[in-house]
T-cell receptor
Framework: GENVEQHPSTLSVQEGDSAVIKCTYSDSASNYFPWYKQELGKGPQLIIDIRSNVGEKKDQRIAVTLNKTAKHFSLHITETQPEDSAVYFC????????????FGTGTRLLVSP | DVKVTQSSRYLVKRTGEKVFLECVQDMDHENMFWYRQDPGLGLRLIYFSYDVKMKEKGDIPEGYSVSREKKERFSLILESASTNQTSMYLCATLPRTGGGNYGYTFGSGTRLTVV
């Protein structure tokens, strides 16, 4: 089955810096790659996603890139703000369609003022 | 907005007890999921359901069962709670795919402690 690895497990940046979180996946049949943000005391919330027919997607300060050949995808956050501090999870759909996601182990991002 | 409500925010149960975790959604989503979240392990799928009375095992179903008698409600059952089931449990929903929306909506989670 699908296996998703995520790095780093923790990331500390200064406000205004960029942050990059990387994930690799094992199943070449995966075709959907979402990113979730989990704030303290809340459930994960979808922040951006990308499908396998697209190499890059951007939404304001957040972007995701996908390299299907290398089977890795990354989350880029520019001009980080303290409210970006949270745990971020990547996920991949595997070969079972969009319904079942396999998640990475999470990255705790801390943005210091 | 879709709301996914988990009945308890915190729960403390004794070893051997039968535990019910409830999840209710207020939209007409066909798919519902139960994940557990543990530090360093991320989110792992326990069970999911794609329709009423339908269920499929996820990656870690041992020690758990589920029930989906109504479309809006998906229950996770720990038949005989054990300390290794101490965890954060997250419910999620997803509409039937094909409409372009593939994002899960999660509840706020139930932190279960088994003593």
């Amino acid at each position: 089955g699908e296996n998703v690895e995520q790095h780093p497990s923790t990331l500390s940046v200064q406000e205004g810096d960029s942050a990059v979180i990387k994930c690799t996946y094992s199943d070449s049949a995966s075709n959907y790659f979402p990113w979730y943000k989990q704030e303290l005391g809340k459930g994960p919330q979808l922040i951006i996603d990308i499908r396998s027919n697209v190499g890059e997607k951007k939404d304001q300060r957040i972007a995701v890139t996908l390299n299907k050949t290398a089977k890795h995808f990354s989350l880029h956050i520019t001009e980080t703000q303290p409210e970006d501090s949270a745990v971020y999870f990547c996920a991949a759909s595997g070969n079972t369609g969009f319904q079942k996601l396999v998640f990475g182990t999470g990255t705790r991002l801390l943005v210091s003022p | 907005d879709v709301k996914v409500t988990q009945s308890s925010r915190y729960l403390v149960k004794r070893t051997g007890e039968k535990v019910f975790l409830e999840c209710v959604q207020d939209m007409d989503h066909e798919n519902m999921f139960w994940y557990r979240q543990d530090p360093g392990l991320g989110l792992r799928l326990i069970y999911f359901s794609y329709d009423v009375k339908m269920k499929e095992k996820g990656d870690i179903p041992e020690g758990y069962s589920v029930s989906r008698e109504k479309k809006e409600r998906f229950s996770l059952i720990l038949e005989s709670a054990s300390t290794n089931q101490t965890s954060m449990y997250l419910c999620a929903t997803l509409p039937r795919t094909g409409g372009g929306n593939y994002g899960y909506t999660f509840g706020s989670g139930t932190r279960l402690t088994v003593v």
